[in-house]
């Protein structure tokens, strides 16, 4: 059985950038050695954004341009993208359904053991992909490393783990 490590949007713009945080800073060392020491497949996931991203849904409530496609800021981190071995699946929303049935469709044919999930940002896009994927792969247990995750807030991080726990997703 394989065992998948998602690494959530670990991308400029969400360590250091539009949206950085000094708490998203810290996990980056963390999440390189999770990386380095996984025991199999590494996944990164991208938030991706057009140029009309003010015009839409997430640009109206959170008006801070991101992520836009092709930019510094769009990038996976220096620290990370070495280490990316897979296209990263682009993800225009929260979560990714894309993600989600992509790795329904393989545990078919080749067994999931774990899914763990680390990155950024816990409150938003970890916990809406650990939620999809939970759903689509209700048997196939996933787990979020609280180290190598941050939040918006050190308390919406906490927040998001604790709703996380609630809906069987082991935190660890």
């Not at 140029?51 to 092709?70: A, D, F, K, S």
């Not at 990714?96 to 545990?107: P, W």
Request: net charge negative; with cysteine.
């Amino acid at each position: 059985m394989q065992n998948i490590l998602i690494v959530v949007d670990m991308q400029n713009d969400f360590i250091d950038g539009a949206l950085g945080t000094t708490e998203a800073v810290a996990i980056v060392p963390g999440v390189e050695q999770k990386i380095r020491s996984w025991p199999g497949r590494v996944l990164f996931t991208r938030d991706t954004h057009e140029e009309n991203y003010l015009t839409t849904q997430e640009g109206q409530n959170l008006p801070v341009p991101h992520c836009i496609r092709g930019t510094d800021g769009w990038q996976i981190c220096p620290a990370l993208a070495p280490l990316v071995t897979e296209e990263p699946i682009d993800k225009p929303t929260f979560g990714s359904t894309a993600l989600a049935h992509k790795l329904a469709a393989e545990h078919a044919a080749n067994p999931i053991g774990q899914i763990t999930l680390v990155g950024l940002c816990t409150d938003i896009c970890v916990i809406s992909n650990a939620l999809l994927l939970k759903a689509a792969l209700p048997e196939v247990p996933i787990a979020v490393d609280s180290s190598c995750c941050a939040g918006v807030t050190p308390q919406s991080h906490s927040t998001a783990l604790q709703a996380m726990k609630m809906c069987q997703i082991r935190v660890e």
